[in-house]
């Protein structure tokens, strides 16, 4: 496979995307491991965030597949 600028471009993107879903996916812990903390259950780690990833990953496949230059 023959990969030009555009491609790497698109796949950075993707990989910043897929950065990002993670990010918004991490926390929400709790410090003292006897207390249970409803912050995990939030809209932004349940909904949000896998939706990101997904979009993150739709984005590098569209790179590596697209029809070349």
């Not at 991490?26 to 912050?39: M, N, R, V, Y």
Request: glycine content about 12%; cysteine-free; charged content about 20%.
């Amino acid at each position: 496979m023959d990969f030009g600028k555009k491609d790497f471009m698109w796949m950075a993107i993707g990989l910043v995307v897929v950065i990002l879903g993670y990010v918004l996916m991490s926390g929400g812990g709790s410090a003292d491991p006897t207390k249970f903390s409803e912050d995990i259950f939030s809209f932004r780690r349940i909904n949000l965030a896998p939706v990101v990833v997904l979009v993150g990953y739709g984005i590098i496949m569209y790179a590596v597949l697209r029809k070349k230059d």
